[in-house]
């Protein structure tokens, strides 16, 4: 099955510094890999997605950087604001496959 | 659409009772996803159907639990009997498949779930 690791599990920046978290997959043919956004007490939403086909996506203050040879992918959010303070989870479901597992989550704290 | 429609919000019960989940997927979603998530353990997938059909369901714990979609717009999870290591919150998710390519899941808002 697919595993997904994800890091840090915690991550505490000052306001209007970057976030980074990074995740790996093991399955080399997982070519779709989302990331959601879960505030206190509320369901996980997705913020940004990428395909195997494409290096980076940026969306305003987000991107996401994937390497397929590595079989690593990034979220970086920049300028943070406290309301960017969530848990961030990956995921890496298989190419022909629709089984969405999430990575362990990153508990982000942005300082004002 | 209203979105994922998960019943109740919030349910307390009692140690050895057998406690009903319920989710209405978005229509014409054709899959749908049951997570566990607590502070230990994260956002851990019990089970997953596709058109109806399970899939797979190896995230199950163990067989107090139980999970059912008798049509395209309604499933279940069950746990009987239900003890306190249960407590968590159950989040039911559901997506479609988009030209042949993943797409997003759409959760609901959770029910959740403590036994005493």
């Known amino acids: 099955g697919e595993n997904v690791e994800q890091h840090p599990s915690t991550l505490s920046v000052q306001e209007g510094d970057s976030a980074v978290i990074k995740c790996t997959y093991s399955?080399?043919?997982?070519?779709?890999f989302p990331w959601y956004k879960q505030e206190l007490g509320k369901r996980p939403q997705l913020i940004i997605d990428?395909?195997?086909?494409?290096g980076e996506k940026k969306d305003q203050r987000i991107a996401v950087t994937l390497n397929k040879t590595a079989k690593h992918f990034s979220l970086h959010i920049t300028e943070t604001q406290p309301e960017d303070s969530a848990v961030y989870f990956c995921a890496a479901p298989k190419a022909a496959g629709n089984k969405l597992t999430f990575g362990g989550g990153t508990r982000v704290l942005v300082k004002p | 659409d209203a979105g994922v429609i998960q019943s109740p919000r919030h349910e307390v019960t009692e140690m050895g009772q057998e406690v009903t989940l319920r989710c209405k997927p978005i229509?014409?979603?054709?899959?749908l996803f049951w997570y566990r998530q607590t502070m230990m353990r994260g956002l851990e997938l019990l089970i997953y159907?596709?058109?109806?059909?399970?899939i797979d369901d190896s995230g199950m714990p163990e067989d107090r639990f139980s999970a059912k979609m008798p049509n395209a717009s309604f499933s279940t999870l069950k746990i009987q009997p239900s003890e306190p290591r249960d407590s968590a919150v159950y989040f039911c998710a559901s997506k479609g498949w988009g030209r042949g390519r993943n797409t997003e899941a759409f959760f609901g808002q959770g029910t959740r779930l403590t036994v005493v």
């Open positions: 990428i395909r195997s086909n494409v």
């Open positions: 159907f596709n058109n109806n059909v399970p």
């Open positions: 399955d080399s043919a997982s070519n779709y």
């Open positions: 229509s014409g979603h054709d899959y």
